[in-house]
């Protein structure tokens, strides 16, 4: 079974720097690897689908990459905003496991 | 707007009793999902449903219910057997079943007195 882990469970960091979210999953046998933010009580938004012919994806100043033979995916952040505070998580969507997600604080 | 509706967004149970949480999608999508969230913990799979009139159990089916009667929707039934029912319920849907990305609703958080 698929098992999905997350490091750091949380990270806090200053305003503006640049940071990395990492994703390691166990079976390697995947076809795409999505990650997504959750705020507090809401739902998960779709940030990034990396989808199998892709290495990298990016969206603004989320960049976002994946390495299925070490069964790694790697979620940057660059120049951090308050906003940004959120958790994050990833999942390769067929495998409907997710992660328990980081807990990114932006600290102004 | 397309998008996924939960309703309602906040709901209260007695011991006992059964809830229904609604789950409607005008995205068209073939395959929804419900999933589980409790604090601390990752979402866990309860059913999913690939195409109308049909669903699979997930991790945690025991306790739950569901149809799929059309296209558009799929709610979740939890019964007065599901044990401790108090979490964040997700559902989420894909155009089509498989690797597609995901789409999630809003939850809905049930809280059992």
């Known amino acids: 079974k698929q098992e999905v882990t997350q490091i750091p469970a949380a990270l806090s960091v200053p305003e503006g720097e640049n940071l990395v979210l990492n994703c390691s999953f166990t079976d390697s046998a995947i076809y795409n690897l999505q990650w997504f933010r959750q705020d507090p009580g809401k739902g998960l938004t779709s940030l990034l689908l990396i989808q199998s012919s892709q290495r990298e994806q990016t969206s603004g100043r989320l960049n976002a990459s994946l390495d299925k033979s070490s069964g790694r995916s790697t979620l940057y952040i660059a120049a951090s905003q308050p906003g940004d505070s959120a958790t994050y998580l990833c999942?390769?969507?067929?495998?409907?496991?997710f992660g328990t997600g980081t807990r990114l604080t932006i600290i102004p | 707007d397309g998008g996924i509706t939960q309703s309602p967004k906040y709901l209260f149970r007695k011991e006992g009793q059964n809830v229904t949480l609604s789950c409607e999608q005008n995205?068209?999508?073939?395959?929804m999902y419900w999933y589980r969230q409790d604090p601390g913990q990752g979402l866990r799979l309860i059913y999913y449903s690939q195409i109308v009139n049909d669903f699979q159990k997930g991790d945690i089916a025991e306790g739950y219910s569901v149809s799929r009667e059309k296209k558009e929707s799929f709610p979740l039934t939890v019964t007065s057997a599901q044990k401790n029912p108090t979490a964040f319920y997700l559902c989420?849907?894909?155009?089509?079943?498989?690797?597609?990305?995901?789409?999630f609703g809003p939850g809905t958080r049930l809280t059992v007195l």
């Open positions: 999942a390769p969507p067929e495998k409907l496991t």
């Open positions: 995205l068209n999508h073939d395959a």
């Open positions: 989420a849907s894909t155009p089509l079943a498989g690797a597609s990305e995901q789409f």
